[in-house]
């Protein structure tokens, strides 16, 4: 909820591999890209597997999996989060709650090492986040006070009104001959 906050929207890859995560930054709208997800029943057995071999000392390995549940860990605080990544068709849920799929990757990730392959998309979404920027305002302003379709029509009638009293109080001062 953050990200949208500050102008990054999310954006489902094309594939499911787990390298397949970007930042594209723009000039008025950023993009997360993340692969899909699947968050079921089996879930919780099989990633923690795959979190056990890559732990396992016997050959070299790049954590791939490790880093993803923590960067998915990251940007998954609340069961808001959760329905942001389902809304952007990145994180399917036939688990239950969202709050089941929070503390699912709560209880996963509270021993992991920090997700080092992800740290240059972490640095990215830093900067660009404390980098307040007009867009930067602009998307901040846009997410804050025109999030919902009523508020724009508020706005744009209090605008209306505002530029027909400024015209009545002009013709006022200044009567048409």
Same mark, same amino acid.
């Given at each position: 909820m953050e990200l949208k906050a500050a102008g990054i929207e999310l954006k489902s890859s094309k594939t499911c591999r787990v390298r397949d995560i970007? $930042?594209? *930054?723009?000039? /008025?709208?950023?993009? $997360?890209? *993340?692969p899909q /997800?699947?968050?079921?029943?089996? *879930?919780?057995? /099989?990633?923690?597997?795959l979190i056990a071999c890559e732990m396992c000392s016997d050959f070299e390995n790049d954590y791939g999996i490790c880093d993803y549940m923590?960067?998915?860990?990251s940007l998954i605080d609340t069961p808001d989060d959760v329905k942001a990544l389902r809304s952007a068709r990145i994180l399917l849920?036939?688990?239950?709650?969202?709050?089941?799929?929070?503390?699912?990757?709560?209880?996963v990730t509270s021993n992991l090492p920090s997700m080092g392959n992800y740290a240059y998309v972490m640095a990215l979404i830093e900067?660009?986040?404390?980098?307040k920027s007009l867009p930067t305002w602009?998307?901040?302003?846009y997410n804050t006070y025109f999030?919902?379709?009523?508020?724009?029509?508020?706005?744009?009638?209090?605008l209306f009104g505002l530029v027909l009293t400024f015209i009545q109080t002009?013709?006022?001062?200044?009567?048409?001959?």
């Open positions: 970007s $930042l594209s *930054l723009g000039k /008025f709208r950023s993009e $997360l890209i *993340l /997800f699947t968050v079921d029943d089996t *879930l919780a057995t /099989f990633s923690l597997n923590s960067f998915m860990n849920n036939t688990q239950g709650s969202d709050q089941d799929v929070v503390n699912f990757f709560t209880t900067k660009h986040y404390t980098h602009i998307a901040i302003a999030s919902n379709p009523w508020t724009i029509i508020a706005f744009l009638a209090a002009w013709c006022t001062i200044h009567p048409p001959k």
